[in-house]
Structures are given as C-alpha cells and as structure tokens.
C-alpha cells in the first residue's frame, strides 16, 4: 500500500513568501521541506532546501 505524501504551506519568515512542502521542526522551530527527503541510518535526515516559516501560518 502506497501511502499520500501530505503537504504543507507557510510564509517564510525571511520574506514572507509562500512556500510549499513537508512540515518538519529544527530546534522546535516550524520548517517546509521542499524537494526530497531522505533518512539516513534511521537517524539522519537530509533534505534539498528548508525554510523556516511563521506558525500561524502554516495549513494545508
């Protein structure tokens, strides 16, 4: 069974853009995944770019 990848959205708080991607936290703070992600050794996890975004922000 495939599972859906669920997406996210928020503004960046460097610029207040929009971006759209995987919810994450660094440090408790809100990030959007763009691009993939991939674990490594089920500890790491590397990704192509992140934004941190404002929390009130972020849906769906």
């Not at 919810?23 to 674990?39: A, Q, R, T």
């Not at 050794?41 to 404002?54: K, R």
Request: glycine share 10%; proline share 5%.
């Amino acid at each position: 069974m495939r599972m859906r990848e669920i997406k996210f959205r928020g503004k960046r708080k460097d610029n207040g853009e929009w971006v759209y991607g995987c919810l994450c936290c660094i440090d408790n703070e809100p990030v959007i995944v763009e691009g993939s992600m991939k674990w490594v050794d089920g500890s790491e996890l590397y990704c192509n770019t992140f934004h941190f975004v404002i929390p009130e922000t972020i849906g769906p």
